[in-house]
């Protein structure tokens, strides 16, 4: 199994060539470097919450898009993928992570 870096780096990828966009035009979009944005489709860095919030919004998608691996298919490995990014994710990072998660759990509660 890829490491949670991995699949979010694919995901960004995916998303980004769907729209037909360069490494350049998403970074000019997000406000980074293009360098940022290839080290991130490849799995060496972690985006921040905020850089995903600006990115889903340059590219169109809701958040949660950059969450959905293809290659993760069952319930137990979509808990170990989310598992490995908590362990890896800095502390402010994990709290926006939670926060987030939160948010939608009781969004979804609402609605039922």
């Known amino acids: 199994m890829k490491n949670p870096k991995q699949l979010i780096g694919q995901r ?3 998303l980004r ?3 037909h966009l360069t490494q ?3 970074a000019e979009g997000v406000g980074v470097d293009s360098r940022h944005i290839s080290r991130l489709e490849t799995g060496k860095y972690f985006p921040s919450l905020d850089t995903l919030v600006t ?3 340059v ?3 809701e ?7 293809p290659s ?3 319930e137990s490995e979509m808990r170990e993928a989310l598992v490995a990014i908590a362990e890896e994710a800095p ?3 994990l709290r926006e992570i939670l926060s987030f998660a939160r948010n939608q759990l009781a969004q979804r509660r609402g609605a039922d």
């Open 63 to 69: 958040l949660q898009e950059f969450f959905l691996f």
């Open 17 to 19: 060539r769907a729209r």
């Open 12 to 14: 960004i990828s995916l």
């Open 55 to 57: 990115m889903s919004k």
């Open 59 to 61: 590219l169109g998608v």
């Open 24 to 26: 350049n035009d998403l």
């Open 91 to 93: 502390e402010p990072v």
């Open 72 to 74: 993760v298919e069952t």
